[in-house]
């Protein structure tokens, strides 16, 4: 007998060559068994031990039912009772069959090529590897060890191999791979592969901002530039140039450097017609400001020079500040002064007759009504923000209009409205060069609009799809709080204390905001699914607390609510 079981990249499972279907390991216990096994030495285990992984809080009696019915189940989808036996408190997987298993044949063949330092054994052990172990299930503790050991096994691979091209693919801001293939293509004399390669470098670097590449990589492609003489140098080249040793400078604390170096680089980019490049050294702008606590001053001076002496860029300027009002929206202070300024600025865009300028307005006070609980005002604030940036094609202030919309929506109980808008948000998130974050924040929504577990199930699915390494800390919270929320909702509990914890890192990056209240109040869903009452009212009234000092009477009634509910 033949069994075959595929980990790396998905979870597959086939008998003497008949494939099980994925629908047949309807028992995610079951599976997780299967999982388990495959990658325990000897493919064996205690059978408490496996109770320990998996029902770590349930009492022994409870938890060796458990596993039996998780053997039961497993052995009715394998279709043969003596592909799991159980004896002497061993469970054992396939003990007389040949047992073939993607992840085992990886990692002996990569151990062999590594200690040979074999050149063609490194491509064929690569081969192998088919992607990251079981990539659906990110968020089970047990898997983290046996996943990192694996990924860590196949970068070393392509690193001793110099396979970049597969490095790059693995990580793509890997720049002693992306640096590797500048310079092979640089002693080839083909600059236009170097500098290629190094905007592939900056643009997955970028997409959380404030990030760039290293000195060493600029010099490098200053190089790439410099082999065709001066005069060739492309507009665009340049402020790319120029960016890049902005963001080392801010990565560096100088931050009135990275200031000048922004506002030299956007002249630039307007001279040169670089509508995006304009855009992001106004986000470079805006960061260093931040980083002094001075963004406020410095958004208010430029909104007012741009709306009304350089129209025909200000979308793109906007987009640049975009992600720090949003953070400004969400600080500890609350609304309130972002909200004061959006006022002032609105008469300001009124005066000039800016589209992008109004649009920007009524987005921020969009917001703020929202937030504050008046839903007509803040949804007649934002139809008419989606409005005015759809006619001054500011895309990224568009999808955040849209968001807030979906989100309206949802606070009146309109799932199926907030689904058609997310379903907008998300094609047109895709246009601006700020997608990145836009996806994430339109994914959050996708979560609690889904109105079926099953949906619920696959959004989350998605969801985590996009917390990829690099991708944006602020912008992923409302994912990750969301996707707990429902996880303990639906009483899948072993992945939640998981995500709240990374959350929890992450928040407690910033002082306050309301990313601390929602946490607050997802610890009290997990609490109730956990039968801790106590904890759960406790947690429900620290974010009801926090909520009111945040002004967000609507989010304080939530969690008013929930205690009420249970009382």
Known sequence: MRVSIHLLGRFAVSV?????????????????????????????????????????????????????????????????????????DIVALAPNAELEIDAESFETAAKAALRDSDKNAYERAADLYGGSLLPDDIFVEWLDAPRAQLHQRYSDL???????????????????AQCALMQAALDAGNRVEAI??????????????GVGPSAATIALYEKALALSGADTVSPTER?????????????????DKASEIARQTRDLALGADLPREVGEASALLGIASMMRAEWPKLFRSEFIEWVRARPAFVQHVFDGHLCLSEFCLCSAKGHAEVAGLARELLTVAEEAASSAGRGLACLLLGEAALFSGELDEAERFLTEAERLLLEAD????????????AEIALERGQKWR?????????????????????????????????????????????????????????????????????????????????????????????HGGPWAAALWEARGVQRRAQKKEVRALAAFEEA????????????????????????
């Open 394 to 405: 500011a895309v990224a202030g568009r999808v955040l209009a849209i968001e807030r919309l």
């Open 239 to 255: 402020v790319r140039t120029s960016l890049a040793w902005g963001l080392v400078h801010l990565q560096s604390g100088e931050f």
């Open 196 to 209: 290629r390669q190094f905007n592939q470098l900056r643009g997955n670097l970028h997409a959380e901002l």
């Open 418 to 510: 907030a689904s058609r808008l997310i379903q907008r948000g998300l094609a047109d998130a895709e246009r601006s060069w700020l997608s990145p974050h836009l996806i994430m924040r339109m994914q959050a929504l996708a979560v609690r609009a889904a109105s079926t577990p099953k949906m619920v199930a696959e959004e989350i699915l998605a969801g985590d799809r996009l917390l990829t390494p690099g991708a944006c800390q602020p912008c992923s919270m409302a994912l990750r709080t969301a996707s707990a929320i429902a996880l303990a909702e639906a009483g899948e509990l072993e992945q939640v204390e998981r995500r709240l914890n990374e959350a929890e890192r992450i928040a407690g990056m910033w």
């Open 158 to 176: 392509l690193r001793a191999g110099e396979l970049w091209q597969r490095l790059i693919a693995l990580d793509p801001a890997d720049e002693q």
């Open 16 to 88: 003497d060559g008949r494939p099980i279907p994925a629908a047949d390991w309807r028992r995610d216990r079951a599976a997780a068994l299967i999982k388990l096994l495959a990658l325990k030495p000897g493919h064996r285990i205690h059978r408490e031990q496996a109770m320990e992984i998996f029902w770590p809080d349930a009492d022994p009696e409870a938890a060796a039912t458990s596993l039996r019915k998780a053997i039961y189940f497993a052995r009715r989808t394998l279709g043969i009772h003596e592909l799991i036996e159980v004896s002497n």
């Open 544 to 567: 009801a607390g926090r909520y009111e000092e945040l002004g967000r009477p609507r989010d304080q009634a939530r969690c008013l609510a929930r205690m009420g509910n249970h009382a």
